[in-house]
């Protein structure tokens, strides 16, 4: 495998992968909003909090592969301890649509919220492309591989002693799948609308059949379900119940948030007003008496 960048041990593929993954996403995302004619204001909102949420999840990907360490070493009867030794994407996507979510919810007002949901949809493809990438990082790495097999599409990596199933790639190709077809159906049949429930469900189904020729096991929450496995059930649960609320029943997530209320005057201002206000009345009056006492009388 490829483990470092012209051979620098400085520059781990993973690491570049990684970095090339986030730079493809920003970009995406920014192409997407400028075809889809985001306004300005809404874009800076979403790309700031994307930026937020990128850093927070990878630091929930981190968090989740620990408590993954913990729950094997707990089932292996190892010492239980806390220490970071990877990531994991499933951790980082929960963390940072969390953040994005609440972020939303505490941050944005009238029409960028409003925009949250057009926003959130332009993001998916971005998600996938950035995933895409990184998935090609644990390739040359030679970490989350699959199981053991005789197959010709086999591979042995510098970390395992025979060949396996390159479940990286298996990945890589049904994310470089998913995000061409999500791309037309934004740009050919103007659908947006389906990206993130198409997203959910479609990743769903993958990562719980790959997940039984992955050879990673990380311990379990239910039995005979692995963590991943249980976590995607919950993401499928979720993509159709959005679904749902779009489809069935024509319900946006933030589509009627209320513009800011405009802050009152001040009552010390308002007197002031009104104190203006009969000045003018006052010198009206009485330019106009003067006037009619000036202006000769008919006969």
């Known amino acids: ?17 990684l970095a090339v993954g986030l730079l493809a996403a920003v970009l995406t995302f920014r192409i997407i909003c400028t075809k889809k004619k985001v306004d ?16 927070l999840g990878i630091g929930g990907a981190a968090l989740f592969q620990s408590v993954y360490d913990m729950i094997e070493a707990a089932a292996n009867g190892n010492k239980v301890t806390f220490g970071y030794s990877g990531l994991t994407f499933m951790g980082g996507l929960i963390t940072g649509v ?13 029409k960028v919220k409003r925009n949250f949901f057009e926003c959130a949809s332009y993001a998916a493809p971005c998600l996938v492309l950035g995933h895409m990438f990184g998935r090609i990082g644990c390739f040359c790495a030679g970490c989350c591989y699959g ?15 025979t060949k396996v199933h390159p479940t990286q790639l298996y990945e890589v190709i049904f ?17 947006y609308k389906i990206l993130l429930p198409l997203y959910g469900m479609a990743y769903a189904v993958f990562r719980f059949l790959i997940e039984f020729i992955r050879d990673d096991d990380r311990g379990q929450f239910i039995p005979g379900l692995s963590p991943s496995q249980f976590q995607v ?32 005057t001040p009552v010390s ?3 002031e007003l009104t104190d203006e206000s009969d000045d003018n009345k ?16 008919s006969h």
Do not use: H, W
Request: with cysteine.
């Open 98 to 110: 969390l953040v994005y979510v609440i972020g939303t919810l505490i941050f944005a007002k009238g």
């Open 233 to 264: 059930i919950l993401l499928f649960s979720v993509a159709v119940a959005l679904a749902l609320l779009i489809y069935k029943f024509n319900i946006i997530p933030f589509a009627k948030a209320k513009d800011a209320v405009p802050k009152s």
């Open 147 to 161: 199981k053991p097999t005789d197959s010709f599409i086999g591979i042995k990596f510098v970390t395992t002693d």
């Open 269 to 271: 201002a308002q007197c």
């Open 282 to 297: 006052t010198e009206t009056k009485t330019d106009e008496s003067e006037t009619e006492k000036t202006e000769p009388k």
């Open 1 to 17: 495998m490829y483990e470092y960048l012209f051979g620098v041990e400085a520059l781990p593929m993973y690491g570049v992968m």
């Open 175 to 191: 994310l470089a799948v998913l995000f061409a077809l999500m791309m037309v159906l934004l740009f050919k049949y103007n659908r």
């Open 40 to 55: 300005d204001k809404t874009y800076t909102f979403y790309s700031l909090l994307a930026i937020i949420s990128i850093a």
